[in-house]
């Protein structure tokens, strides 16, 4: 099912300015279809322009600069997978910047990887692609989007399908393929097996902070090496963390992160689920206006040493800008968003739930998510 992505219009913006064009994202959220969608509403993966690095009929092509002629746009798939990915580019864009357009894409951070060597610098747009949101749907997945998106997530694939065995099958193939091949090429790693328990452990982490030094121990390896583990996960867009924000006036942590999934399907709780679902909303929301705009945005969660929280805070240009807290039901104000609403010069709270009531107390505004998507045009 091909649907126009929300990143769409500032792709085409970003071409038309004679930059490349990367595009970062999870294995299987949609880049290779939307990059195809540039050449044409119904091109084909075999369509001379898209170069996919992984296709060994490619590879010698592209180190050769054998290229289709003819062709205004370019597509390269995984390219980063290369060595000298970076002096290709940089000399095919230097030389052919007044015929040609070039877009990337890859299941890796594009921007993470192509460090070291010649810089690119000035000569691309990064975007990264997320899964499906609920106003990116606008009813695409049936009555209830909210309800449809928690259970199958915004892949693509389970997303439009909503089978429930091809579902399970979609999760653990996804997986087995970023730790078997996306992580077997970008990293030098011998211990397969025990990141695929890591994976595993993970779910069951969501919403919380994460203590690495628990995760050390169940893995049985050092506190530097579940680290660096991990981190290559967020590279590999499997899971991202948040860290805490240091409002004054409060005695807040500052060490441990939160974890979520870009899958968050795969959390089997219900509350965490949806948490990690707002989670991935909020977070979408900032990289698209980091990208679009080149503003600094964060995302954050407030949480002090009385383990009194506050799930999200939106920060931009280093200023918050607003709070979330996440309730499955629709109650009254959780206590919490009350003791820091008085305390913190953040401008607005929001209680999100899944149920129908919105009311206003001060400036906390309890919503169901559904509206609050709406009324912030995230996108």
Avoid at 41 to 64: G, K, Q
Avoid at 82 to 105: C, F, H, M, Q
Avoid at 199 to 214: E, Y
């Amino acid at each position: 099912m091909r649907r126009r992505r929300y990143l769409r219009d500032h792709v085409d913006k970003a071409l038309a300015t004679r930059k490349m064009v990367f595009v970062g994202g999870p294995r299987q959220v949609g880049k290779t279809t939307m990059a195809l969608t540039l050449l044409g509403e119904h091109a084909r993966e075999r369509h001379p322009a898209y170069l996919d690095w992984d296709d060994p009929r490619v590879r010698p092509r592209v180190r050769a600069l054998e290229l289709p002629p003819g062709e205004a746009l370019l597509v390269f798939d995984e390219i980063h997978k290369y060595a000298r990915w970076r002096n290709l580019l940089k000399g095919l864009w230097d030389t052919e910047k007044s015929v040609r357009r070039i877009v990337v894409t890859g299941s890796a951070r594009l921007d993470y990887y192509r460090k070291g060597g010649d810089s690119l610098a000035g000569r691309y747009r990064y975007f990264r692609l997320h899964p499906f949101s609920l106003r990116e749907l606008d009813g695409a997945a049936g009555a209830s989007d909210l309800e449809t998106l928690l259970r199958f997530g915004g892949f693509p694939e389970p997303l439009f399908r909503q089978d429930e065995t091809e579902h399970r099958i979609w999760q653990r193939d996804r997986l087995t393929r970023v730790i078997r091949e996306d992580l077997r090429d970008l990293e030098r790693v011998r211990e397969i097996t025990l990141l695929e328990h890591l994976v595993d452990l993970l779910p069951a982490r969501v919403g919380a902070p994460l203590s690495v030094a628990n995760l050390r121990q169940d893995l049985e390896v050092d506190h530097k090496t579940a680290e660096r583990w991990l981190q290559m996960l967020e590279n590999l867009y499997v899971c991202f963390r948040v860290a805490p924000f240091g409002a004054p006036r409060v005695r807040a942590v500052k060490k441990e992160r939160k974890l979520y999934l870009w899958d968050w399907s795969a959390v089997l709780d219900p509350g965490a689920r949806f948490e990690n679902l707002v989670a991935a909303q909020l977070l979408k929301h900032c990289h698209l206006v980091e990208d679009a705009e080149g503003r600094r945005m964060e995302l954050r969660f407030l949480r002090d040493t009385d383990r009194r929280e506050v799930d999200f805070v939106v920060l931009r240009d280093g200023k918050p800008s607003f709070a979330v807290e996440c309730k499955t039901g629709d109650r009254d104000v959780a206590a919490p968003l009350r003791y820091f609403a008085d305390r913190t010069a953040i401008p607005r709270y929001y209680q999100v739930h899944r149920g129908v009531r919105h009311f206003e107390r001060g400036k906390i505004t309890v919503v169901p998510f559904v509206r609050f998507c709406r009324d912030l045009e995230l996108p």
